[in-house]
């Protein structure tokens, strides 16, 4: 159900896009919160699903209280008269491993995923592939290199968990997609604007944490969990990126993007010789949300 290249469980899923102009409803998860908006052919309408969820009704990714999780959605789909509607869901990125990998085809497979799991790559995951659903997006790449594969992987058993709290909402559940995939593919614009000796790094400020990543021609290098507290931040912050600076020492430029408006530790701007800008995900409710809606622009 991830897009992409994918395999399995589309039986599992109603029959769709039955309707001439059907609401697409954009739905990010996090183990906290949901978070959502409705999408009428290319026009994004304001969130209206912005939720917080009780503690322990999601864990990692998993989703742990399913009947009250699938009521409560589906409450909101009652609510806002989108029970018709056809869900794009974002996966809580924790349920979610993700890797860069060279591709090891010369051609390309009748089926790349099953040709994946046979190879068997050693990509330390804490599962084994074959009890994984599998995504793969193709990389940017040069003439002459080897061609490189996003890889986002979710154990099966994780995957199946959500198709049952969306049955269990009544929801007519078109897609599941890693929410690290959404959020790159929002970036691509930016992405295609830098040069590849850039050394971009996008924190993403949330509840509890903020998220730095880091890419450098296109192609994601380096991800990381920060703390959110000033001081704790600062010297993670600074940490990593004289990690990845002294680790390419070709890189010509920093960039450092926000997600969202946040106040940076003091002084940390001039330390780094950088301005961070915000990037604007408007109309959207956030770079996840407006990845789901690239995906679906792109099939």
Sequence with gaps: MFSGLIDGLQDRLRPIRSQLFPALVLLELEDDALQ???????????????????PLTCNQGMPLAKEPLGDLIGDLLVRDNLLDGFLLVALPP??????????????????????????????????????????????????????????????????????????????????????????????LPLLAEAADDDLIAVLDPRDGCCRLLVLRAGLPVFERVLPIDVEPLRLELERCLAFLQRRDPQARRLQLLLTAPFELPPGLEGDLGIT??????????????????VQESRR
């Design 36 to 54: 959502g908006q409705v999408q009428r052919g290319n026009r994004p309408e304001p969130v209206t699903l912005d939720v917080p969820l009780p």
């Design 94 to 187: 924790s349920a979610v491993q993700w890797r860069v990998v060279a591709w090891p085809f010369d051609e390309m497979p009748d089926n790349p995923v099953e040709a994946l799991r046979q190879v068997n790559p050693d990509l330390r995951f804490p599962f084994p592939l074959e009890e994984a659903t599998l995504d793969l997006q193709p990389l940017p790449g040069r003439p002459g290199e080897p061609a490189r594969m996003l890889l986002a992987a979710a154990p099966t058993a994780l995957v199946d968990a959500w198709v049952d709290v969306f049955n269990l909402a009544g929801a007519q559940l078109e897609r599941l997609a890693p929410a690290q995939v959404c959020h790159y593919l929002a970036l």
């Design 276 to 293: 961070a800008e915000v990037i604007a995900s408007e109309p959207y409710g956030s770079l996840v949300l407006k990845g789901l809606a």
